[in-house]
């Protein structure tokens, strides 16, 4: 009975050690796994980030699409390898209850071998996905600053109007800019200037980006012209209603010719 104890006593000695030895080599290429893969996972956020980021923003779409095909392929291979870690560690946690059950080393054996059966393929297939993201993310990168750079142009370009004060006619012959003129107006949200002082140049082709200053200080759309108002003939009633703000001046200077342009604000 002393030699059976001895035996098995000596069998399960064995057996642990072939465990231990085969459980930290799996550790190690587990760890090694687990890197290989948040470092795919961290560049796969990244390039999510700037493709949302560039929403909107790229001259054209060339770039943004191909860096979606490239973050759809690469998010395939990442969720296998998620869950071939998933798998690996189901694996150990199954190894590691079952060692406590088994008296003898044969059962101890069997988890050795279940663990070392287990592999590391796709994990190892993401390394380098960070370097694969870079090139489009890259582009991407470029085509957003690219994008930028001529909005900035536009900007600079763009017919910018300063409605420089609240009044009525002391103001507007002060011919510094736009005045508001809403109150003269029954409260219609309505800016003027005098024809020789801006008002022949301001746009009023309808689509027409313009940046005001000042009161009503954004960025405005114009609509066009909506109203030719005579003022020997029409009253303040007569003003177009219903837009967020009018540009109001006396073509060729004639009060016979009053224009009002609609402009919408957009930001």
């Known amino acids: 009975m002393l030699v059976t104890g001895v035996v098995r006593t000596v069998s399960l000695s064995a057996a642990q050690g072939e465990y231990d030895a085969v459980a930290a080599a799996f550790r190690t290429d587990q760890t090694a796994a687990v890197q290989i893969v948040t470092t795919g996972e961290t560049a796969l956020d990244d390039a999510i980030a700037t493709l949302e980021a560039s929403d909107g923003k790229v001259l054209t779409e060339q770039p943004r699409t191909a860096l979606a095909d490239a973050i759809d392929a690469v998010t395939t291979r ?44 796709a994990s190892a297939g993401v390394d380098g996905i960070a370097a694969e993201l870079a090139a489009p993310v890259a582009a991407v990168t470029q085509a957003m600053a690219e994008w930028q750079t001529e909005q900035d142009r536009i900007l600079a370009e763009r017919y910018t109007n300063n409605v420089h004060a609240i009044g009525w006619t002391p103001e507007l012959d002060e011919c510094i800019g736009s005045v508001d003129v809403t109150a003269h107006y029954q409260d219609v949200p309505t800016i003027a200037e005098h024809w020789s002082c801006g008002g022949k140049d301001f746009p009023d082709d309808a689509g027409t980006m313009i940046t005001l200053t000042g009161v009503h200080a954004g960025t405005y759309r114009v609509d066009g012209i909506v109203a030719m108002l005579d003022a020997s003939t029409h009253s303040t009633a007569d003003v177009p209603r219903g837009y967020d703000l009018l540009y109001q001046t006396c073509q060729d200077g004639q009060s016979d010719t009053m224009s009002f342009t609609a402009l919408t604000r957009v930001a």
């Open 78 to 121: 990442l969720s296998a390898a998620a869950q071939e870690l998933s798998a690996a560690e189901s694996t150990a946690d199954s190894s590691r209850a079952a060692t406590t059950l088994f008296e003898f080393g044969g059962g101890v054996r069997d988890d050795a071998k279940a663990l070392a059966s287990v592999d590391f393929a």
